[in-house]
């Protein structure tokens, strides 16, 4: 997949090097990749056309990529049988695929995508604002797969390149359905860090965070906060066995 002209000196993705080891291929698009937002009517074609690029230049054996239009809710689709091809389904936030043929996807622009991955080869993709985190929706992920035997001090747990805390601001309100306070001392809230509260909480024993944030970094990554309307996205997939 070529990056648009003009973006050479940017680097394309920012990778998971954690997750290689388990056999796990997860990294966060720049830039360099372009816009893959689908709700302007004017660029759809153009980032239609990315989003099958995208599914095309995975990985051998990886057949499948699935996105969904976000809601910043708490649904999650699990997916247990290989497809062919780019399918975006509706109103969902978290996927968790068992299915090793299957990449995920969510679009992001300073929301955090979180990257879990177990040694099986189960791997789940999360687009988590606000409201997600408020709704502790990486812990009802954590949930879930532990239903399927998935134990949470197995689980490793990457957050990627998000907006950081001195850069999100939020109301009174915000504040504290975030952090449970009604005392509003700060204006700034650490998306990432009230996250990894969470899934240490929840037992998850590998833990890592990238150091980029979207909105200091948005010579790299679009942000919404800066003004962006583009998206990058967050890809996750179980690598084949040759």
């Keep these: 997949m070529n990056p648009p002209s003009g973006s050479a000196t940017v680097p394309t993705r920012e990778r998971v090097a954690e997750f290689e080891v388990l056999g796990v291929t997860a990294f966060t698009t720049t830039r360099a990749l372009g816009d ?12 239609t056309a990315r989003w099958n690029a995208m599914q095309r230049a995975l990985m051998p054996g990886q057949t499948g990529l699935v996105s969904a239009r976000q809601v910043h ?56 604002g606000w409201r ?5 929706l990486i812990e009802q992920v954590i ?26 601001e939020v109301g009174p309100d915000v504040y ?17 860090g009230r996250i990894a509260e969470q899934a240490q909480g929840a037992g ?7 150091e980029s944030c979207t909105r200091c970094d948005n010579d790299r990554f679009f942000s919404h906060r800066a003004g962006d309307a583009a998206r990058q996205i967050a890809v996750i997939a179980s690598r084949q066995d040759d």
């Design 204 to 210: 998850v024993g590998h833990l890592s965070a990238s």
């Design 73 to 128: 809710g708490v649904a999650i689709a699990e997916h247990g049988d290989p497809w062919s091809g780019w399918h975006r389904i509706e109103g969902v936030d978290a996927h968790i695929v068992f299915a090793p043929a299957i990449a995920a996807a969510v679009t992001i622009a300073d929301c955090v995508p979180v990257f879990v991955a177990h040694p099986s080869g189960v791997v789940a993709m999360v687009h988590a």
């Design 176 to 192: 504290e359905q975030l952090t449970g306070s009604r005392t509003f001392r700060h204006r700034s809230v650490d998306l990432r």
């Design 36 to 47: 893959f937002s689908l709700s302007e009517p004017a660029t759809l074609e153009a980032n």
């Design 132 to 136: 997600g985190t408020a709704a502790h």
């Design 143 to 168: 949930r879930r797969l532990a239903a399927s035997g998935l134990a949470a001090e197995d689980l490793h747990l990457h957050l990627g390149p998000a907006v950081c805390g001195r850069c999100y």
